[in-house]
């Protein structure tokens, strides 16, 4: 079955305590992407990749970071969580880009910094 | 601003009914717009995509409408079910790089 697989799916934490967010999904697409979803915000993208060895920011990378040294996995990294970055976060991947193909997303994980 | 705007922010409607809703936009270039149905913690499925020369594209009892000129889209939900309880988002690309513009999404409840 054709899917993007977060983990955690929920995870409580406190601040500072380095956490990492892995995404992986199995329709060797190119372009992998995360999200940040906040009630009364929408989703806003956190870091895009478009290949291996390749990422940039979104609209908030602030306190974030991202590796891509597989196709097939995107992991999330938070080396110094703090409370403003509890929030619904979500993995997408689409084949080649975000312009013209809708996105896979995975079902979510919800980061509490305590 | 917000580049997409979504009306009605949530709606209740009768199960069996129809109901639209909204979407306009100011992203330009433009390249295309989908409209993703999020269910309640799961993530969103896309539900439509159309490119500035497409008008109308269904998918099931779901009608979208693009209006590119006046830079607003609509998705009609014909027959409600209460599986059709979401938030809509609206999703708008930027035409030459990977951008996009994300509303913030029609919130719909349908009781029985």
């Known amino acids: 079955e054709a899917q993007v697989t977060q983990n955690p799916r929920y995870l409580i934490t406190v601040t500072g305590k380095k956490l990492t967010v892995t995404c992986s999904q199995n329709m060797n697409h190119e372009y992998m992407s995360w999200y940040r979803q906040d009630p009364g915000l929408g989703l806003r993208q956190i870091y895009y990749s478009m290949n291996v060895e390749v990422t940039d920011k979104g609209d908030v990378p602030e306190g974030y970071k991202v590796s891509r040294k597989e196709k097939r996995n995107f992991p999330l990294i938070l080396e110094s969580p703090s409370p403003n970055q509890t929030s619904l976060y979500f993995c997408?991947?689409?084949?080649?880009?975000?312009?013209?193909?809708?996105?896979?997303f995975g079902d979510g994980t919800r980061l509490s910094i305590l | 601003k917000n580049q997409v705007e979504q009306s009605p922010q949530s709606l209740i409607i009768l199960e069996g009914k129809n109901c639209t809703l909204q979407c306009n936009y100011t992203v330009s270039p433009f390249s295309n717009l989908r409209w993703y149905k999020q269910d309640t913690g799961r993530g969103p499925v896309s539900l439509t995509i159309m490119t500035f020369s497409e008008n109308t594209k269904s998918n099931g009892r779901y009608t979208a409408t693009l209006d590119a000129d006046t830079k607003q889209s609509s998705l009609h939900i014909t027959a409600s079910q209460l599986s059709d309880s979401a938030s809509y988002i609206c999703?708008?690309?930027?035409?030459?790089?990977?951008?996009?513009?994300f509303g913030k999404g029609n919130q719909v409840v349908v009781i029985p």
């Open positions: 997408a991947s689409s084949l080649q880009g975000a312009s013209n193909q809708p996105q896979h």
């Open positions: 999703v708008v690309s930027f035409y030459g790089n990977n951008r996009l513009a």
